[in-house]
């Protein structure tokens, strides 16, 4: 593991959401919540300044490769953490966001954390439930992993982990073959009578447009929300995004939009187009990168 920055760097302070917070040392007992998150600090080499993390298990098969990369460390709840928890492992910071393991007036938030010691840094992408802010982008992404360096003393390692990002992105971009216009795509995460998707701030939002797609819900001021069925019927959708993750599988959630005479003329339908990205590939987090060459490949397939 490579060591941190010297002492002398700090205080640094980053922009969290709507708050400016400052550390006078890097931390030395992390945790991130939900499986994205943590592959964030295992790709800027942090495990060992993490004591757990959280929010895992409980909703989401954890990967192998994650699994290998947090061997050491105790998944400390299986789902959102309570403030008790957190307390108990001795934690001095927290990576989540607002419905990544913090709610809204909930128990565990920065400033129920504050008188504790756990100081917290959200997410970029969850920043929208607090708050206005700009259109998604890759950069929000970029951004956390930026500010994730500086926090923990290794922006050097940090800067040189984007700049491989964004090139890689560049050249998978460079590659693609023109389209003659955007397609149209509709991601579906989750639900049947009515239905959980991604809006104009949610990360599938910029997988699509990097990839040369639209998303059908660009429109939806919000990240991630259940709407009902009848925009995505009149939206017309060519391909449709699929959320794996959870109890009900990719295969399922196909079969039950082919099987449902509701969807039969939608062209994604008709057509047998579905692009299936794995939930930590759909939220903000390393996998973005390929989840954009692999959603270019279904946007150019016949």
Not at 34 to 58: F, H, I, K, P, R
Not at 182 to 202: H, I, K, L, N, Q
Request: aromatic share 8%.
């Amino acid at each position: 593991m490579l060591a941190p920055l010297p002492a002398l760097a700090y205080p640094v302070t980053v922009q969290s959401c709507n708050r400016a917070v400052t550390f006078d040392a890097a931390p030395k007992a992390a945790v991130a919540n939900d499986v994205n998150l943590v592959e964030m600090m295992l790709a800027l080499d942090l495990s060992g300044s993490m004591v757990g993390y959280t929010g895992v298990s409980g909703w989401k098969t954890l990967d192998e490769g994650l699994r290998a990369g947090v061997a050491e460390l105790p998944e400390l709840s299986a789902l959102y953490p309570s403030r008790e928890v957190l307390i108990g492992a001795g934690t001095d910071f927290f990576f989540a966001g607002w419905n990544y393991g913090m709610k809204v007036g909930g128990e565990v938030t920065p400033e129920t954390l504050e008188p504790f010691g756990i100081r917290v840094y959200e997410l970029t992408e969850s920043c929208i439930h607090i708050m206005p802010k700009a259109k998604i982008s890759m950069e929000d992404m970029y951004s956390d992993l930026l500010n994730l360096g500086r926090i923990f003393g290794v922006e050097d390692r940090a800067e040189a982990l984007v700049a491989g990002y964004r090139a890689e992105l560049a050249d998978t971009i460079a590659g693609l073959s023109p389209l003659a216009a955007p397609p149209r795509v509709f991601v579906y995460d989750s639900g049947e009578d009515a239905v959980f998707t991604a809006g104009r701030y949610a990360m599938p939002t910029a997988i699509i447009e990097a990839a040369g797609g639209v998303n059908i819900m660009d429109d939806m001021e919000k990240s991630w929300a259940e709407i009902g069925w009848e925009p995505v019927i009149e939206r017309n959708p060519e391909v449709i995004m699929i959320v794996n993750y959870g109890d009900v599988t990719a295969d399922q959630k196909i079969a039950f939009l082919k099987g449902n005479p509701a969807f039969a003329n939608i062209p994604a339908v008709q057509n047998d187009r579905f692009v299936v990205l794995d939930y930590v590939e759909a939220t903000p987090g390393p996998r973005n990168i390929g989840a954009v060459r692999k959603v270019a490949e279904a946007l150019r397939a016949e």
